[in-house]
C-alpha cells in the first residue's frame, strides 16, 4: 500500500492554495489535516502546535480522529513523542504496545495501529507536529515521510504567519493607545488662574487648596473619549488637576443624572488612560481627601488666628525627603545622633530620621529663656547620652536670632563630638543676630511669626500639619521665646 507522487503533487497544490486563503487558523489545520490525510492513504491526522514554553501541544487541525481521542486535551510535550521534540521523525508500529505512546488505551480503543509523527520547524526550532494514523499496520516509505515533511514546512509557514498577524494585532492596538493619548491636550505650564470659574464650588475649592498652599491648575486637560473615524466626538475635561499629589479632581453634587454621567465618563477615561489618577469628589469627599492626605481633621477653631498657609504638609515632605537623601549621602558609612531641642522639632525630627539611610540614634534637650528680655538662655534637660567622639547632627525647627543654637553648639562642642553639624527645617535669616553655621536647611523664612507643624505660640497650633503665618494682631508688641 502507498500513495502515488501525483497524488502528493496535488494534495501540495490544494494545501498550499488552502494555506493562502482567508480562512481561520483552525479552519486552515483542518483542511490540511484532511488532505494529507488523504494523500498518504492515512485514517487520520492531527496537527499540533507547541506552546512558546514548549511544555505543552495544542491540537489546532484534525481529520479522521474521534473526540475521545482528541478529549486529551493538551498533551504533555516531554512525555509525548519527545523525539519529535528533538526535531526528530518518529515512527511507531503498533501503538497500543510502544511505550512511546501517551495514551496507548486510547489508540487500542480507536483501533489505531501505526502512527508517522514528523516535527514542524520555525527557524530550526520544534513549533508544532504533524502525525498520522492508520488503522491497518503500516511501514512508511522515504515518500511518505518526505510528503509529511513538506507539509510540516507548510504549517510553519503557517504558524509564523498567525504569530505575526497576533503581533501586528497588538502592535495596532498599542499605536491606537498612543495615537488616542497624542490627541489630549498637553499640561500648561504656567499657573495661570482663571478670570472666572464655570460653577462657584469651583471658586470654593480653589480658595480651599489655595488656603491650604496645594497647588492647582483650573481646567487644564481634555481628555478625548471618543471617536468617529479620525475627528474626535467626546471630551472630558476633569474641572482641576493638583500636581503635588498628580491627581484629577472633578466637582460634583449629588444630583442623580449628573452623578450618574460623570461617572460614565470617568469609567471610560480610566479605561483609556489607566495611568491617569481622576476622583469624582463631592464638598465632602473633598474633606475626607484633605484628611487623607494629612492636612486634617482641621476644625475652624483649628486654624483661628492663621493669616496664611507658608508650607502645605505635602511640601514640607518633599522637601524632608531631600533633606534626607543629602544628609544620608554626607554620612554613608557612619553612625549618626540626632539632637533636638524639645519640643519644637518634635515632627521635624520624627520625620526627618524615619527617611534617613543610616544607623541614627536620638537625644533630647530642653531649654527654658529668662532674664528680662528673655533672651538668657538655660539646659533644663541635658542629653542621656555621651557624644564624645560621635557624629552629632544638631536638628532644629527654626533659627531666628541664632541666640539659642550658638549656645547649644558651644555646649555640645565642649563634649568633644567627632562632628558636629545643624540641620534647621526652617531659617528666619533676616533676624540673625549671631552667625550660626546651618548645614542643612529646609526653608528660609520670612520675618513672620509662623506656627504648625511643631511650632508653637503660647503652646498651642503645634498639632496643625502644615507651616502657617499667625495673624499679627496675636503677636503685636511680643518678641520670639
Ligand atoms: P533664636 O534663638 O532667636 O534663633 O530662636 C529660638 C527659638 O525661638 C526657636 O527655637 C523657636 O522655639 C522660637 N521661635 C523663633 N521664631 C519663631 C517663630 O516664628 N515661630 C515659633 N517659634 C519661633
New binding site residues.
Partial sequence: MGSSRGSYYSALKRITKVANSAFSLRKICNSIAKSTAKAMQANGCRILSLNPQKEYLLTVGTYGLSDLYLKKGHLDARKSLPDILEGKVVFIADAAKDERVQHPQIALAQGISSILGVPVLGKGETIGEIRIYTREPRQFSEADTSFLLSVADMCAVIFERAELHQLLEQDYKASERRRKSSQVSPLPTTTLRPTSFAHPSEEDFAKVLDFYCIEWLYEPRSFPLRWKGDKIAEMFTPDFYLPELDLYVELTTLKQNLLTEKNRKLRQLRELYPEVNVMLLTKNDFLKLLAKYGYGPLGEAKVEGIDRVLYSHAKIQQRIRTLARHISRDYAGQRLVLIG?LK?VVCFMADLMQHLSLPVTLDFMAISYYGSDGQVVKITRDLDSSITGQHVLMV??????????NYILSHLSAHNPASLRVCTLLD?RARRLINVPLDYVGFEVPD????GYG???KGEYRNLPFIGILHPELIKGEG??
Avoid: A, W
Avoid at 532644629?396 to 543654637?405: K, N, P, R
Fill in positions: 531641642i519644637g532644629e525647627d527654626i533659627v531666628d536670632t541664632g541666640m539659642t543654637l528666619k513672620e511669626f509662623v506656627v511650632l508653637d505660640y520670639p521665646r
